[in-house]
């Protein structure tokens, strides 16, 4: 419900309460598990389609890889950009995750 393309990854928050998704319209959606309702997003700025999310350990950020080679770290609350776009891979991300102290993606 609420979207128009793909979606090819999504990732539960620690708190199991949210499921963030990234999409072919290069965007990231935050949903509620109980509701189905988007509560955040889309968050935009990917110039390709976004191929990986994942929750940090605290909830607070997502991490979003994209076919466009880059990576960013958005805010879950207000889907402001807080890293990126970081750049310096060849091809598309495909895989994003958070250590499991949230310090490194």
Known sequence: RGLEYSVNSVAFSPDGKRIASG???NTVRIW??????IVAGPFTGHTKSVG?????PDGTR???G???Q????WDARTGEVVVGPLR???DGVWSVAYSPD???V
């Open 32 to 37: 509620d598990v109980q509701t189905g309702e």
């Open 23 to 25: 999409s072919d319209d």
């Open 70 to 73: 880059t990576i960013r770290i």
């Open 66 to 68: 994209s076919h466009d």
């Open 102 to 104: 949230g310090n490194l």
């Open 62 to 64: 997502v991490v979003s």
């Open 52 to 56: 990986s999310v994942a929750f940090s």
């Open 88 to 90: 310096g891979h060849t």
